[in-house]
Every structure is written in C-alpha cells, then in structure tokens.
C-alpha cells in the first residue's frame, strides 16, 4: 500500500469511495462536477500555485494493483476564505440571592475560533480495506507530510470528527438543533455544504447562546460523541496526541479535536535517516516512511530497521517508495510507545 497526493486521473474512483461514505462525511461530497473541482485544487496545491488558505493536500491509499481505496486531506488553514464555524461548549451563570439560586447552565457558543489553523480531513477507507496496517497508514502518513513542509501549514492542526448519527442516517443532534433553522434533512444540509455552499450557516443559523438543558435528552447525550465507524481514526488521534478541547460540529454535535503542530508524536518524533537496501531481520519494527518529496509524495509502511543512521528496509518498499539506496527519507515508528498511549 501507498499514500500518494490524488490526480485528476483518480476522479471515477474517489466518486465510488464517496458514493459508499454516506452522509456526514462533509468534505468528500459524492458529486462529480465538485469532486472534479477538489481534484484540480489539489492538482495546484502539489504544484505550488495555491496560498495556504486555499490549499488542499488530497491524498490517495492505492493498493498493489493500483487501485484507489482510502482518501485522506490536510488543509493549510480553515476560515482564511469564508467563515468556519463550531459550537463552543462553555457555562452561563443564573443567580438569584432571593431565592438562594445559583447555577451553571451548559451552553453552546457559536464561533470562529479555529480560523487559520491546518485541519485533518476527508479520511476515509473503503469498508473491504479495513484492516491490516491500512487504516493506521491512511491516517497517519499525513503526519510526516506535516513533519517534512512544516512551513506550508499552521502551529495546530484540529480535526472535526464525524458525530454519532443511527443506522438510519438521522442524527438526534442535528434533530434537536439544525432542522428548527434550516428546515431541511440532515443529508441535505451536508450535501450543501460539501458542495461548497456555506452561506446559508450565516444566514439561518442563531448567534445566541444555546443553553443545552433545552435540548431532548437524545440530543445532549452526542454531544462531542463519534460515529461508531470514527471511533478507530479518534483512538489513533488521540495516541497521537490530539484531544477534545470543548468543541463540537455545528450539525452532528461530533468532537473537534486539537493538537499543536509540533507535540504530534510522528511529527515530533520523526527524524530524517538514509536509506538502505536489505533484509531488516528480527529486530525490525513497523515504519512510516516518506520519501520527502512534495509533487511525487510517496509515503508507505513497512518493517525497517535503523543502523547508524540508516534506514534498513527491503526491495519492495524502496520501489514503492520510488527510491533507490543512499536516498533520504523521513521516518517514524507506526506504533506509538506504550508510555505515550498510557498518557493518551
């Protein structure tokens, strides 16, 4: 498997991942003439022709045959061009000495807070791929991309985890609070907004703060909470250093999870080493390797081992690599210490 930047080439397939998604994966809409447009941002973004606020790293996971069957995307900056919003989880006082009354009512605060940080986006993996190292590549191989051009993004990067909806696509979030302002379904407003159309938000949505005990029980109990299907990607985010800071998604009331740039355990911990063609033997552990190019971004895992400063891996992964020995590569351990979980 290879973590590569999309082409315009890879439009039919992404369609097919989009179509399979459902709904609440805003970013990757199921819609040709959109996808097609995303396509050829990130066609100027690998070229260098777009400013950070536009910038949209697209990645592909592509299989031994070629096969596109996972996406993945980083974004240089939210909000840079038009509004990005969240709701704020804080607490309104109401007190009354009179009747010796005093609480601290839960409340939702809506906001712009997140503006130009860098964002992890649009992951997702096609359900008959769903295992091995797939998903722990996919996710994480951004991250040396991160490592490599840290000047091409922000000092935090903050990721909107998809929030809990049931198995019939309804999500008790969005019942309780969106359909009173935008008198549409769950899917439709997701639809537009994959679609690039975020002015009716401003338009519809209450800048008042919204104090959750007014909300049904069904919706304060999702609050901050994933989709059973986003509960893997949150786990590895979380080990990675990411974590809830109290904001949520406007629609689906899912998590928005944060981290600076550079406390990323594979950012941080990654470290440029030279690559050598062998046999890694027994003492070999899983790595992610990049090949620190930016256009012709290859990023795979793969059994190595490190030897004074070299990279040890075998044949296969060098190819898929595009490399040959002597060349220079980023790398980091796949797994996270157990010291590190254990803080998570």
């Known amino acids: 498997m290879i973590v ?4 315009l080439a890879d439009l039919p397939a992404l369609l097919l991942l989009a179509r399979s998604a459902g709904a609440g994966l805003t970013t990757l ?4 003439g959109r996808l097609g447009q995303r396509l050829e941002w990130a066609h100027r973004t690998f070229a260098g022709q777009a400013e950070r606020a536009d910038t949209d790293y697209l990645f592909v996971l592509e299989d031994s ?4 069957v996972g996406i993945c995307a980083l974004a240089g900056a939210v909000g840079m061009r038009e509004p990005w919003y969240n709701y704020r989880l804080g607490s309104l006082a109401a007190t009354s000495r009179a009747l010796g009354i005093n609480r601290q009512l839960p409340t939702l605060f809506l906001g712009n807070d997140m503006t130009g940080h860098s964002e992890l986006c ?18 994480k191989a951004r991250f040396l991309f991160l490592a490599e051009y840290r000047q091409h993004f922000g ?7 998809r929030g809990y909806c049931d198995e019939h696509g309804v999500s008790p979030f969005w019942e309780a609070v969106g359909r009173h302002f935008f008198k549409m379904d769950f899917a439709a407003a997701d639809h537009l907004t994959g679609l690039g159309n975020k002015t009716f938000i401003a338009e519809l949505m209450p800048k008042f703060p919204l104090p959750t005990c007014l909300l049904p029980e069904a919706a304060r109990a999702v609050i901050g909470r994933v989709h059973p299907n986003t509960e893997p990607a949150l786990g590895m985010l979380k080990a990675e250093g990411f974590g809830f800071r109290d904001y949520i998604d406007i629609f689906d009331g899912g998590p928005l999870i944060e981290c600076a740039t550079g406390d990323i355990r594979a950012v941080r911990d990654s470290q440029v080493l030279q690559l050598g063609i062998g046999i890694p033997g027994d003492q070999a552990k899983l790595y992610l390797i990049h090949n620190r190019q930016f256009a012709e971004c290859r990023i795979t895992a793969a059994p190595a081992r490190v030897a004074a400063g070299t990279l040890i891996v075998e044949a296969a992964s060098a190819h898929a690599l595009g490399l040959g020995a002597g060349a220079s590569v980023r ?7 157990a010291r590190q979980r254990q803080v998570a």
């Open 29 to 32: 809409p199921a819609d040709a």
């Open 65 to 68: 045959q070629c096969q596109v």
């Open 155 to 161: 000092d935090k990067v903050i990721a909107e985890m």
């Open 4 to 7: 590569r930047p999309a082409s």
């Open 122 to 139: 649009s992951l997702f993996l096609h359900a008959g791929h769903r295992n091995g190292l797939n998903g722990r590549l996919l996710s």
């Open 331 to 337: 790398a980091v351990s796949l797994a996270v210490p």
